[in-house]
């Protein structure tokens, strides 16, 4: 059986449109890890916690745990804490360029397999009132950087360098090409 440990809908329609068969089992962890790795370090660290706390109850299973994070000029942007660190995140990244990464784990008892994928986004120049306008939709609460490139995060999104499903949560094709050794 394939488990995934998030409660992302994001990675469960990527799934679900890649056709797995899969179950949700989120891992309910506290994300704490230590500040002093590298950014993709952490996304890493994350994604593994996530998928061994989840395989522990299912040694036989294949968990796919995953961690994505936002880096702008070093700083690692999660999700806003409240609309003013929405606000904060997003005139940070206006009208400028950010890495997106995403790491996956896979789990089979005592097997992991991890990944990392990297994106570089640019984003619009966008006004105070667009930002508040935009985090006046909701979208931006639950999503690193405080933005939603599918949604209508996309609108302040100039373009991008790299796999657009990295932004989005999951490396797809990743993904995909590291189950079929696993």
Do not use: C
Not at 120 to 139: F, R
């Amino acid at each position: 059986m394939l488990i995934l440990a998030s409660s992302s809908p994001r990675r469960e329609k990527l799934l679900k449109d890649a056709g797995l068969d899969f179950v949700i089992e989120p891992s309910h962890l506290e994300e704490v890890v230590d500040t002093k790795l590298k950014p993709q370090e952490m996304a890493i660290e994350l994604a593994k916690m996530k998928a061994i706390h989840v395989a522990a109850s299912h040694p036989n299973d294949v968990v796919i745990g995953a961690d994505t994070i936002v880096v702008f000029e070093d700083e690692v942007l999660g999700k806003p804490k409240d609309n003013d660190d929405a606000y904060r995140m997003l005139k940070l990244l206006s009208g400028d360029r950010h890495v997106v990464y995403t790491a996956v784990a896979l789990v089979r008892g005592e097997k992991i397999k991890t990944l990392i994928s990297a994106t570089e986004v640019s984003m619009k120049s966008i006004s105070d009132l667009e930002i508040w306008d935009y985090i006046k939709t909701g979208e931006p609460m639950d999503k690193a950087g405080a933005y939603a490139i599918q949604g209508d995060g996309g609108k302040i999104v100039d373009h991008y360098k790299g796999d657009f499903f990295t932004i989005v949560g999951l490396p797809l094709k990743d993904l995909l090409e590291a189950l079929k050794d696993f």
